[in-house]
């Protein structure tokens, strides 16, 4: 690994993928690779991808562990900082990610908040993979069913005294790096969304607790939210699924109306903020969501 230090790296999280694919090698096996992107910044657009094949007599974390040490070596030559935090979405993988990681000092998170490196294995499977000699045509290790965990009540610590639904424009969106926050999550806009549409979300209140709300709904790794039935849900972390509140019928159709129009014509943006109150412009969390197309 490179050991000296190249002043005004650009810093970033990595997101990362270890898998097979399908593909069959010329030996018959599985190919497996490791993807890693880094967390696309809320308006900088420059990117750090890279991939490498994995012999599947290799995959193990020796092999993840050097392959690191290649990938933030050739980050460093890009004028990229070494990562302090990699988020992996797949479960499966978890264990061995993390001895990898371990070895090297980065912190690993589980979470599904891998928004750059979802698109990207999309894109992969629509057009790269089917123009690979010894592609298959299927998945030879699908991912997990989605996650259909039962959802439980938000944590007492994340629990807001009321709540309202709201929507915000894309032009307001665009600002939100320029807002004073506490606790935030930014993701990327693309310049082609419609700037006449809203983008839905949830907002929280808490007169007394908001600042600590807002820390602690941050460490859930907050995805994305949905209706089904009368519930809110937020899908966080890995693998959890907590109940916001339970609604109306009527607004559920509204909210669930939004939420569709969204997924369907504004890449399926949403947010969650905590404030103190309704009336208090100030905001102590604000996090950015999307609905992405399941993998």
């Not at 497996?32 to 967390?39: A, G, P, Y």
Request: aromatic share 10%.
């Amino acid at each position: 690994m490179i050991a000296s230090k190249k002043p005004n790296l650009k810093k970033t999280d990595w997101e990362i993928d270890f898998y097979s694919r399908p593909i069959i090698d010329e030996n018959g096996k599985k190919r497996w690779e490791l993807l890693i992107t880094s967390t696309n910044n809320f308006k900088d657009k420059k990117t750090f991808k890279w991939e490498k094949i994995c012999p599947a007599s290799s995959v193990n974390s020796i092999w993840l562990k050097d392959a690191f040490d290649e990938a933030i070596d050739e980050a460093y030559l890009q004028g990229w900082d070494k990562p302090s935090v990699i988020r992996c979405w797949r479960s499966s993988m978890k264990t061995m990610i993390k001895r990898a990681a371990d070895q090297i000092g980065i912190e690993l998170i589980s979470s599904r908040r891998t928004y750059s490196l979802l698109e990207w294995l999309i894109e992969r499977e629509r057009s790269f993979y089917p123009q690979q000699k010894g592609y298959t045509g299927v998945n030879l290790a699908p991912p997990s069913n989605p996650i259909t965990n039962q959802a439980i009540p938000l944590p007492e610590e994340v629990r807001g005294e009321s709540w309202s639904f709201a929507s915000l424009s894309l032009n307001t969106l665009r600002e939100a790096d320029e807002w004073e926050i506490e606790f935030s999550n930014l993701i990327p806009i693309k310049d082609s969304i419609n700037e006449n549409i809203s983008i839905p979300g949830i907002r929280l209140f808490s007169p007394k607790r908001s600042l600590a709300l807002a820390a602690w709904l941050g460490g859930l790794e907050p995805a994305k939210l949905l209706i089904e039935g009368t519930q809110i849900i937020l899908e966080a972390g890995q693998a959890d699924r907590w109940l916001v509140t339970d609604v109306e019928e009527e607004a559920k159709k509204v909210i669930e109306n939004n939420f569709l129009n969204t997924k369907l014509y504004a890449d399926g943006l949403q947010f969650i903020s905590v404030q103190k109150s309704p009336e208090e412009n100030s905001l102590h969390g604000f996090w950015m969501l999307k609905d992405i197309e399941e993998y």
